[in-house]
T-cell receptor
């Protein structure tokens, strides 16, 4: 149980285009999901906290107009990187909290974004 | 805010030996401490967690100890195997705080056969 999926696992796009990444909780309902960014050989950096049915809370320094987050249901949150640039290339990971177990974050497998 | 320090940054052991990774935290209000294992190109996987109402928790070859007074907690892996090789992250949070985790910088564990 407690499986989180992400799609796509890898994406390559051209500068200026937008990319959408999906995060799904497969076998539980998640009122809260998180989006992280991870650079090579570094720890996870929290970008935003996503609550179902409300606006996401962004961490300081994260542009909300560039990284659009939508948490439309209890099992799906999406991150859209708008007008992507090479510096947006990174490993993006989502996590979800099981509504029935509010203490534990379960992570997705990550999405490798490369912007050319 | 909370700050989590993790040591060592890299750790190399022989297969069968034990490995210990240590973390310290700064906020005495933190009361939930999970450990994650991340393999190359994958997301972190929860391997064990501990709450502040216990001092030790064990799951087969993995154990975590917590010293609330000193504000540090440790991950112990016994009888290491090559498949234990990965990056391990400790984290701290406050129960009921919507789960915001503060991560350590990670430890790259290499188990040599």
């Amino acid at each position: 149980g407690a499986v989180v999926s992400q799609h796509p696992s890898r994406v390559i796009c051209k500068s200026g285009t937008s990319v959408k990444i999906e995060c799904r909780s497969l076998d539980f309902q998640a009122t809260t999901m998180f989006w992280y960014r991870q650079f090579p050989k570094q720890s996870l950096m929290l970008m935003a906290t996503s609550n179902e049915g409300s606006k996401a809370t962004y961490e300081q320094g994260v542009e909300k107009d560039k990284f659009l987050i939508n948490h439309a249901s209890l099992t799906l949150s999406t991150l859209t990187v708008t007008s992507a640039h090479p510096e947006d290339s990174s490993f993006y990971i989502c996590s979800a909290i099981d509504s029935g177990r509010t203490d534990t974050q379960y992570f997705g497998p990550g999405t490798r974004l490369t912007v050319l | 805010g909370e700050n989590v320090e993790q040591h060592p940054s890299t750790l190399s052991v022989q297969e069968g030996d034990s490995a210990v990774i240590k973390c310290t935290y700064s906020d005495s209000a933190s009361n939930y401490f999970p450990w994650y294992k991340q393999e190359l190109g994958k997301g972190p996987q929860l391997i064990i967690d501990i709450r502040s109402n216990v001092g030790e928790k064990k799951d087969q070859r993995i154990a975590v100890t917590l010293n609330k007074t000193a504000k540090h907690f440790s991950l112990h892996i016994t009888e290491t195997q090559p498949e234990d090789s990965a990056v391990y992250f400790c984290a701290a949070s406050i129960l009921g705080s919507q789960g915001n985790l503060i991560f350590g910088k990670g430890t790259k564990l290499s188990v040599k056969p």
